[in-house]
């Protein structure tokens, strides 16, 4: 007994009994953390609001102050970025609450004069109006494109990711994350010529469903699509290609899915109850492929902040899709990719007239598929991300997919950003001919492995379906060519 105590003893003790050794272990970690430091300085040049050129007049605006002041900021540098008209909803207590997340409120005139919730930062409209940021005087009242004032202030805080959310999307776990998209990449075969959009929630086990900003045209249309595997079985060149870093990931919510009003208006059985599988993986689009995505749940990394901004010119059930699709034509500029993930909130909505989101959405039913050609064909010259950002807006403009009032917010928007010091990631090249090809390239055998992955998932969120009746509607696409 003693001697095996005093055996294990001194291999205890000397570890803390060696000072040399202490000290050069102390010298190599700090040496490590300086490189470290000095890394991550250079990716994310600090951006604390004395150093911005931004002024902000907080002697006028003492509820600012106070917000600044405030020491229960520093929690990182994640934020989450609410709009609402709200007291604080069962959502906003959870998303106050997580651990590593800072939340920007951004209130509007309808919205309450008193909010708190934790440690959130409540924007009054009196606030806003001293941020003097550019894009303050073109912002509409009454509008969730508010929202755009909450995103420059996050990128102020010198925010290294976004999550984009709304007031009615209560997160099911305790912190957003982005998920290895361990699915692959999907994207079209090289024999199709038209139609570029997948519907991604077919990947996620419901093709009957559709995202609200799918062009009604494609709802019936189940296209051939290809797998890209992430393995390293895939050519350097056809990685480099097809499977750019993920920069901006939607996560799909539950029971109330974003959907647009024909499908509320006319699929009455599957409201409140929606459920997708959550086995599936996570899953990249490869760059010419579309898919809409909104501005709930969804997360932007540090190179995607840029494209944040919401168009002010178009209704509030179109401004998040058409961002959406602008910024997946931007992504294929700069290497990146859009990712996809399982069900990650529940989302209990707020009340809506179906017959006005209808309405509100016909731009979306008009000019989904025409807008999605113009992006697939617009090409630009600049060598630089934000050129090309006014670039896109402008074309867009003349094209009235928006108003001339969004190419002047895209002006103050880059304006603000570089005033905050957000550093743009830089312009590589997309050739959207070479991915075609590299597509037409990826052997059956390749795209095979990812797909069986997504099929064995969806079989056994199928199997769920004995304790989970909503599971029973899942859907798994047999065909040897998968097809979403
Ligand atoms: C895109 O990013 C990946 C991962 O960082 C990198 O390996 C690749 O070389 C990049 N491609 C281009 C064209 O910059």
């Known amino acids: 007994m003693v001697a095996q105590f005093s055996f294990s003893e001194p291999s205890y003790s000397a570890l803390h009994r060696s000072p040399r050794h202490k000290k050069l272990m102390i010298i190599a970690c700090a040496i490590g953390f300086f490189l470290f430091l000095s890394l991550f300085h250079a990716r994310y040049p600090s951006q604390s609001p004395s150093e911005s050129k931004i002024e902000t007049d907080t002697t006028h605006c003492p509820a600012l102050a106070n917000e600044l002041d405030n020491k229960r900021l520093i ?6 970025v609410v709009t609402t008209i709200n007291d604080p909803t069962d959502a906003m207590d959870l998303l106050c609450n997580l651990k590593d997340w800072n939340v920007v409120v951004v209130a509007d005139t309808k919205s309450p004069k008193e909010w708190t919730c934790g440690s959130c930062v409540y924007l009054s409209v009196e606030d806003q109006k001293c941020l003097s940021y550019g894009i303050v005087d073109v912002i509409p009242y009454r509008a969730y494109t508010r929202k755009n004032i909450g995103y420059l202030w996050a990128i102020q805080q010198g925010a290294t990711r976004v999550f984009d959310t709304d007031d009615d999307n209560l997160p099911t776990g305790n912190d957003i994350i982005f998920e ?6 999907v994207g079209y075969r090289s024999d199709e010529t038209t139609g570029k959009s997948v519907n991604i929630y077919s990947h996620f086990g419901r093709p009957d469903i559709w995202p609200r900003g799918f062009p009604l045209e494609e709802i019936d249309v189940r296209r051939p699509v290809t ?3 992430e393995s390293e079985s895939l050519p350097v060149k056809a990685k480099e290609l097809l499977a750019p870093p993920m920069m901006i990931q939607q996560g799909l919510a539950d029971l109330d899915p974003d959907v647009d009003a024909i499908f509320r208006l006319t699929q009455v059985q599957e409201l409140k109850k929606a459920k997708f599988c959550k086995k599936s993986p996570s899953i990249r689009l490869a760059p010419g492929t579309f898919c809409p995505f909104n501005s709930q749940n969804t997360l932007f990394s540090y190179d995607a902040l840029w494209g944040l901004v919401l168009p002010i010119t178009v209704s509030f059930r179109v401004c998040d899709i058409w961002r959406g699709y602008w910024v997946q034509r931007l992504l294929w500029d700069i290497n990146g990719s859009l990712g996809f ?3 990650t909130v529940d989302q209990i909505r707020n009340a ?14 008009e000019q989904t598929s025409k807008f ?11 060598s630089r991300l934000e050129v090309r ?4 807006m402008e074309a867009m403009a003349a094209r009235d997919f928006i108003g001339e009032k969004d190419v002047d917010l895209a002006k103050r928007w880059v304006e603000d950003l570089k005033n905050v010091n957000y550093v743009f990631p830089k312009v590589t090249a997309y050739d959207p001919e070479a991915v075609t090809a590299s597509l037409g390239q990826i052997s059956d055998e390749d795209s095979q492995k990812p797909r069986l992955l997504s099929n064995e998932a969806l079989r056994q969120c199928k ?22």
């Open 75 to 80: 929690k990182g540098k994640s934020w989450i």
């Open 180 to 185: 290895s998209p361990t699915g692959g990449v």
């Open 227 to 229: 797998y890209i595997p």
């Open 341 to 343: 993930t399982k069900p």
């Open 352 to 365: 809506h007239n179906y017959l006005d989101d209808y309405k509100d959405e016909l731009q979306i039913y």
């Open 372 to 382: 999605i050609d113009f992006l697939s064909n617009w090409q630009s010259t600049s």
């Open 389 to 392: 950002i006014v670039d896109l």
């Open 463 to 484: 199997l769920d379906a004995a304790s989970d009746e909503s599971m029973s509607r899942i859907t798994i696409t047999e065909d040897r060519r998968t097809e979403l």
